[in-house]
């Protein structure tokens, strides 16, 4: 199942005292999962595998927020 997201990128080597998320990347991406069947959607963890799948090595996916 496709789900839509929108989610802020943590680049590889920042932790979480060094940025304002202001001064993030703002993305929106869909990513294809099985469908849980809970009628909740995915469990984070796995949106959050999907996604950094997309993004350059080491960077983090946070603030993640469905679409659909």
Not at 31 to 56: K, R, T
Request: charged fraction near 30%.
């Amino acid at each position: 199942m496709e789900y839509r997201v929108t989610y802020l990128v943590l680049p590889a080597g920042v932790g979480p005292d060094d940025y304002e998320s202001k001064d993030l990347e703002r993305r929106e991406d869909t990513v294809e999962l099985p469908d849980p069947g809970n009628g909740y959607g995915p469990a984070m963890p796995d949106v959050q595998d999907a996604l950094s799948d997309m993004l350059p090595e080491g960077a983090r996916p946070i603030a993640v927020k469905f679409l659909n």
